[in-house]
């Protein structure tokens, strides 16, 4: 019963949260794009906006790119020159740094998305799930370190990244990777799929319109009237 488990949680899950996050984006994208924003409320409120934006989503990136390159990067492609034990402490030192601070950061802006009337009263059940589940899997998270710190040789890490591998490279039996970890990384795991799952049907979408043509666009020349 539990192998059956483990292989429908982190064997064929992960392909349908994929799914729906791909077929989700593009179908919202084509008859949603009226729907396909930040919806930002900084009109309505700007009392610790700034904070609470700055702290999420520079912690949010350092966390995404951590994870991707952590655990997409075969361990041939680093093994001259980093051993496991040691990629693990700064991924303990780098993660659990940007984790609070996209924890408090988080924090603040969904206080201020309940707390505050005006931006309440334009907030959907879907962003307040959305942050609250954000919240959840940033705590998750850093729960793991109490955990990672008591193995500090990096197999775990190397399993969890065999893991991901596996999925993305569609590599069979995925799952028997998992069967031995931690069940807080496995609950990590589980809200990280959540999460992608229903990303099509937040505000997160207006992720994929990052500007970053912006960054090597052409100047722009702006004059005064005469």
């Avoid at 904070?51 to 991707?68: A, E």
């Avoid at 109490?146 to 890490?157: E, K, N, Q, R, Y």
């Avoid at 931690?182 to 049907?201: C, E, Q, R, S």
Wanted: hydrophobic share 55%; glycine share 10%; net charge positive.
């Amino acid at each position: 019963m539990l192998d059956y488990l483990n292989t429908l949680l982190f064997g064929l899950y992960p392909y349908l949260a994929g799914s729906v996050f791909l077929i989700g984006s593009l179908v919202r994208f084509d008859h949603g794009q009226y729907t396909w924003k930040t919806g930002s409320s900084q009109l309505l409120s700007k009392r610790r906006l700034r904070l609470g934006s700055n702290l999420f989503h520079i912690g949010v990136l350092v966390i995404f790119f951590g994870h991707l390159v952590g655990l997409l990067t075969p361990h041939w492609a680093y093994a001259w020159m980093i051993t496991p034990g040691h990629k693990q402490i700064m991924a303990i030192v780098v993660g659990g740094i940007a984790g609070v601070m996209c924890l408090a950061g988080g924090l603040i802006l969904l206080h201020r998305r309940l707390f505050d009337p005006r931006v309440r009263a334009s907030s959907s059940v879907a962003d307040i799930m959305i942050l609250s589940l954000l919240m959840v899997q940033v705590t998750l998270g850093l729960l793991t370190i109490a955990f990672a710190v008591h193995h500090l040789d990096g197999s775990v890490m190397l399993q969890l990244a065999e893991w991901a591998q596996s999925i993305v490279f569609f590599r069979g039996d995925a799952a028997a990777h998992l069967s031995e970890v931690g069940v807080i990384y496995k609950l990590h795991i589980f809200v990280g799929l959540t999460i992608i799952l229903v990303f099509p049907f937040t505000r997160l979408v207006h992720v994929w319109s990052a500007p970053l043509w912006y960054v090597g666009r052409r100047y722009q020349l702006v004059r005064r009237r005469a």
